[in-house]
């Protein structure tokens, strides 16, 4: 990005709504870039937390939603891969509101035909939601950790894996991660291996601790290896890679963990980067930590190591602020904001690197007493798209 090829100050512009208001908490269940430049959403939740089987269709040229084929199963933090040739693997999650058992089946949506492949897709072996979900250099997607039910009131986090592979059409059981995990990030560095960093595992009923701790999957060796440890646990958070080698991690959430004067007793203000450094892999808490601790917040990477941060809460209003993070000077810059704060939003760039636009919909914007009629939360009407200025 250049200053000549930017208007001078940033924006976000209001455009279509989302033909269906809802929300996705997960880390990879939300908006992702089809190869047509159009942005897709699928499932999700509605303001009382009951999985939607919606799909929908943003086109870039014209800013309008479409409604397309709806899924043959609502979910909510189910998973969203967009494979190799353009199709998308959507899989697992949650079918029910309330705590149930954990969704097995896949569903393979037809990018080019627009609608869901009527050939079945065999279900996963384990049952999973709040899991990731990483494209590997070979064309398969490596699915990983996540909760399943553990009684009728109580959850546990998995520390099992599995791969689907697109030709064959097949669920291969690989071996475990070291530690359960669920909402966790995954990303794909550029040698082909797979860092998951933090989450949260269950420890009680409705009781969740965050981690702290890392580890990389080999696709070469079939193996997992522990790697570096963040200084501080979270979950809530959000991962961005930097660089075929470097990753940021903001924000998340410490549940259980009381404040200390040292950082926001709900959020994290933190920033750390990871570096594979030949192959050791290291985390390093950087000086200047967010402005304003954030959770259920969405990063963009735009480029030249400059990281979009927007929305997100530390409670139970969505916040518009929307900062501009520059790795490589340590930094923040504060942005224009959104016009409707939010949260567990869709966020998507509209094009590859060097990126100039974002579009973010739908999400919550207040829960419990700030919302209209708890428990069910105020859902985000809105569809905003950020344009970059010379001030990004």
């Not at 209001?14 to 159009?38: C, I, Y």
């Not at 942005?39 to 409604?67: E, Q």
């Not at 739908?362 to 010379?390: H, K, M």
Request: proline share 5%.
């Amino acid at each position: 990005m250049t200053a000549s090829t930017l208007a001078a100050t940033s924006r976000w512009n209001a455009t279509d709504k989302l033909p269906t208001l809802g929300s996705w908490h997960g880390q990879h269940d939300g908006a992702v870039l089809l190869k047509s430049k159009e942005i897709l959403v699928t499932g999700g939740a509605d303001a009382a937390a009951a999985p939607l089987d919606r799909t929908a269709l943003f086109d870039p040229a014209t800013k309008k939603w479409v409604t397309a084929e709806k899924l043959a199963v609502a979910r909510r933090q189910h998973s969203v891969t967009v494979l190799d040739n353009g199709d998308v693997l959507v899989a697992g999650g949650l079918g029910s509101a309330a705590l149930s058992p954990a969704l097995t089946s896949a569903a393979v949506f037809l990018a080019q035909d627009k609608k869901w492949d009527t050939k079945p897709v065999p279900s996963m072996n384990e049952g999973r939601w709040g899991h990731s979900a990483v494209l590997l250099d070979d064309k398969r997607v490596l699915i990983a950790g996540g909760f399943a039910l553990r009684s009728d009131d109580t959850v546990r986090a998995l520390n099992s894996a599995e791969i689907y592979d697109p030709e064959k059409r097949t669920w291969t059981t690989i071996e475990p991660m070291l530690d359960a995990r669920a909402g966790h990030a995954a990303l794909k560095f550029g040698d082909g291996r797979v860092l998951v960093c933090c989450g949260s595992t269950a420890i009680g009923p409705g009781a969740f601790a965050p981690l702290a701790y890392c580890e990389i999957y080999n696709p070469a060796t079939k193996k997992w290896t522990a790697t570096g440890n963040l200084s501080e646990p979270r979950f809530l958070h959000q991962a961005v890679k930097l660089s075929a080698t470097t990753a940021l991690v903001v924000g998340g959430g410490t549940p259980g963990v009381p404040g200390d004067g040292t950082f926001d007793a709900y959020t994290k203000l933190s920033v750390e980067v990871f570096d594979l450094n030949a192959g050791k892999g290291t985390w390093t808490a950087k000086a200047n930590p967010l402005p304003g601790g954030r959770g259920r917040h969405r990063a963009i990477f735009l480029g030249s190591g400059k990281v979009l941060v927007i929305g997100g809460t530390a409670g139970e209003t969505g916040y518009r602020g929307t900062l501009v993070y520059d790795s490589g000077a340590d930094s923040w810059k504060p942005v224009a904001g959104l016009a409707e704060g939010r949260w567990a939003f869709a966020a998507a760039a509209l094009t590859e690197a060097p990126v100039t636009e974002v579009l973010v919909t739908g999400g919550s914007t207040a829960a419990g007493l700030a919302a209209a009629n708890p428990p069910a939360e105020d859902l985000a009407a809105g569809t905003e798209i950020f344009t970059a200025g010379s001030d990004v």
